[in-house]
């Protein structure tokens, strides 16, 4: 097993984790958001939460069960980011950069979930 500093969807998850709980405080400090920027925080961190579990995955069923969790938290994720650009608690280009790193670890998940699933 890779470790962490050598495993690409570790380090971008947690990194994405990083980002999400700035934006949290960005939104609630600056825009006097709490509801949206919560689910934000909520599903934006388990992303990175559910990726570092698969690695200590008791088997590969586990392993994929973990990472199809954090495919669906970033799905989640990616639909609150929207909101928030759509309702102007964002700017265009204070999203763009976000949810572009949310897409790519969306890729990143699609690919290993379907590799997973695919080969059994």
Same mark, same amino acid.
Do not use: H, P
């Given at each position: 097993? +890779?470790?962490?500093? /050598? %495993?690409?969807?570790?380090?971008?998850?947690?990194?994405?984790?990083i @980002? !999400?709980?700035?934006?949290? +405080?960005?939104?609630? /400090? %600056?825009?006097?958001e709490?509801?949206?920027?919560?689910?934000?925080? @909520? !599903?934006?961190?388990?992303?990175?939460?559910?990726?570092?579990?698969?690695?200590?995955?008791?088997?590969?069923?586990?392993?994929?069960?973990?990472?199809?969790?954090?495919?669906?938290?970033?799905?989640?994720?990616?639909?609150?980011?929207?909101?928030?650009?759509?309702?102007?608690?964002?700017?265009?280009?204070?999203?763009?950069?976000?949810?572009?790193?949310?897409?790519?670890?969306?890729?990143?998940?699609?690919?290993?979930?379907?590799?997973?699933?695919?080969?059994?």
């Amino acid at each position: 097993m +890779k470790e962490d500093k /050598d %495993n690409l969807i570790v380090q971008k998850s947690k990194a994405f984790a990083i @980002r !999400c709980v700035n934006l949290y +405080k960005f939104l609630v /400090d %600056n825009k006097n958001e709490y509801v949206m920027s919560k689910q934000l925080l @909520r !599903c934006g961190t388990s992303i990175g939460a559910n990726v570092k579990e698969a690695m200590r995955g008791q088997s590969k069923v586990d392993f994929g069960a973990k990472m199809n969790i954090a495919l669906k938290e970033a799905n989640e994720t990616e639909y609150w980011l929207e909101i928030l650009l759509e309702t102007d608690f964002l700017t265009q280009e204070q999203a763009e950069s976000i949810l572009s790193d949310c897409r790519e670890i969306l890729k990143l998940l699609t690919s290993i979930v379907k590799s997973i699933f695919t080969n059994k």
